[in-house]
Structures are given as C-alpha cells and as structure tokens.
C-alpha cells in the first residue's frame, strides 16, 4: 500500500510570495494533520483536518490556511511568505492514534 | 496545557554501547509516543505508551512510561549504525491522534 505522499518534495521561493503544498493521506485514512519542522527542531503542529473540517489549530498566523477535500487529500497554503517560513513541512495521516509522516515538502524562502 | 522536554540533545556513541533519551513533563501526560526521524528522513511511529509504569520492548529498544506518567524513557542496548537518527517523543493531549506535541528530540550518532 502507499504511504503518505506530498507534493512538491522541494520549493524555493521569495518573501512575501504564496505557496501551496498538497498532501494524500493513506488509503482509508480521515485525518489530515500539517506540522513545520524547522532545522534542528521537533514538529510543530499547525492544523488538523478530519472529514472536511478543521479539528484544530496551532499557534501559527492567519497566513497559515489549509484545507481537506472530499478524497480526503489536503491543501496547506502560506501567504506573504517570511524567511522564518523555511522548513519542512509534513503531513501526517492518522488510523487509529497513530500517525504516518510523509516524506515532506522542503520549503526554502530566499 | 502539555509540553514535554527531552534530553539530552545530543549523544554520541561507540557502536555497541548502550543510549537512553528522557522525557520529561511538570504535567502529568495522557500518553507518550516515541518517533526516529533518519537524516533528511521524516518520522517514525515507534510505539505508545499509555499506562502508569508501563514498559515495552521492540528487539533492543526499550520503552518506559513512569509511574506519575510525567516522564518516559527509550534505552537502546548495543547501538548499531542503523540506530543513527534523532528520536522524538511526542504527546496528543487529546487522545485523538490528530495534534502531536513534540520534544525537542535527541539527536544519536553511533561510530563504527
């Protein structure tokens, strides 16, 4: 079976440019959360999505949006992209408490 | 609400010595999972914990969750090369599996 994939697996773009990263959870899977890994650091949460719906937010600003779509795919978008938007982004599926990381987007802000 | 502090950072290692990363917490935690993220990898599910004083093992891993359930614990016997990585624990508060909180991880290197 496939895992999580995401798409792009890299990105450069310059500040205050948008971006949209797209995620498709595991077969079967409901659940959709976004986490910001910058270098050095653990994840950090940004939002969960489970059937079409925000089930939760992180500390993160309005720039920050996402969205889950009825195949249970999703959509993370930053706007007026910062230099302290360079990260990892991952996206994670969840079955029965457990999550499973994609491979992850490589956000790079110039 | 709950956070979760690891240590230490780092660790380097002679292959074939034992590791241990801590987890710590001033609240008491409803579970505790443990995560191996491989250099430019993305993290792995290694097992949860959610009972007082309970211990599993994985081959040379072993996983503790204490008594208070403020703190855990991953010890690897004998580390290998393909030990190298950094290992997180994280915690969902709510029991949902949809929002983890991480630790900062502890980063292991193992020298052959």
């Known amino acids: 079976d496939a895992g999580v994939t995401q798409s792009p697996t890299h990105l450069i773009k310059t500040r205050g440019q948008h971006v949209t990263l797209r995620c498709s959870p595991i077969?079967?899977?409901?659940?959709v959360s976004w986490y910001q890994q910058v270098l050095g650091q653990g994840p950090q949460f940004i939002f969960q999505?489970?059937?079409?719906?925000?089930?939760g937010r992180g500390n993160f600003p309005d720039r920050f949006s996402a969205r889950q779509f009825p195949n249970y795919s999703s959509e993370l978008n930053v706007n007026a992209l910062l230099l302290g938007d360079s990260a990892l982004y991952l996206c994670?599926?969840?079955?029965?408490?457990?999550?499973?990381f994609g491979p992850g987007t490589r956000l790079l802000v110039l | 609400g709950q956070q979760v502090m690891q240590i230490p950072q780092y660790q380097h290692v002679q292959e074939g010595e034992d590791f241990t990363t801590y987890c710590n917490s001033s609240?008491?935690?409803?579970?505790i999972q443990w995560y191996k993220q491989r250099p430019g990898g993305h993290p792995v599910f290694l097992i949860q914990?959610?009972?007082?004083?309970e211990v599993k093992k994985q081959k040379r891993l072993t996983f503790q969750f204490g008594e208070a359930k403020k703190n855990s614990s991953l010890h690897i016997t004998a580390t290998q090369t393909t030990d190298v990585g950094t290992y997180f624990c994280a915690v969902d508060p709510y029991n949902q599996g949809g929002k983890l909180i991480f630790g900062q991880g502890t980063e292991l290197s193992v020298k052959p």
């Open positions: 999505y489970y059937e079409k719906e925000e089930r």
């Open positions: 994670a599926s969840t079955l029965a408490g457990t999550q499973y």
């Open positions: 914990l959610v009972k007082s004083g």
């Open positions: 077969s079967g899977h409901k659940s």
């Open positions: 609240t008491t935690l409803s579970n």
